[in-house]
């Protein structure tokens, strides 16, 4: 079973256009440095949540990117004033274990977020296993068994890309 992430994270990212932008993080969520993170329609706010299926199929969530806040981690408060700065630019995280991606012939396939978590020990939180949810990247590199390299979609993508499909850019 995948877990949530509780401390900050360092990822070995590359590439992508290096795109940031701050949201305004949801009352009384707390966001790590390195955690995915989702804007949720409803708040108005980031937050790390894991989406479940039916909220991405009311379409509540939107896959934001990967969490960049000052001093390792923010908590949102009632007066939304809060900001996360977040990588939304549509980088490379390098060497993680995507669940079920074991051969090469997993290169392209579709990622989906299981936690918010990308070095996740109870279970990789990524997969190429459908979980009812939106792809929020794809395997660019097979390294082995248990190392990947996700191409992440940018946040503009993410959020038009309710089939789940490639990248169109």
């Known amino acids: 079973m995948a877990t949530d992430l509780t401390a900050p994270l360092t990822l070995r990212t590359r590439g ?23 804007h949720d329609t409803d708040a108005g706010a980031i937050t790390s949540a894991t989406p479940t299926s039916s909220d991405l199929t009311a379409r509540r969530y939107d896959f934001c990117g990967i969490a960049t806040p000052p001093g390792n981690s923010v908590t949102g408060t009632s007066t939304g004033s809060v900001l996360c700065p977040v990588n939304c630019g549509g980088s490379v995280v390098e060497g993680i274990d995507v669940h079920t991606a074991d051969t090469q012939a997993s290169e392209g396939n579709p990622v989906y977020a299981r936690s918010n978590n990308f070095a996740d020990t109870g279970g990789p939180s990524v997969s190429v296993t459908s979980t009812s949810q939106r792809a929020i990247g794809y ?3 097979w390294n082995s068994a ?6 992440l979609f940018d946040a503009s993508v993410a ?3 309710k089939s789940g499909a490639h990248d169109p850019a």
């Open 16 to 38: 992508g256009s290096g795109e940031s932008h701050s949201f305004r993080v949801a009352n009384g969520v707390t966001i790590y440095n390195g955690s995915m993170v989702w």
């Open 146 to 151: 248990t190392n990947q390299d996700v191409k």
């Open 159 to 161: 959020k038009t890309n």
């Open 139 to 141: 395997v660019l590199r």
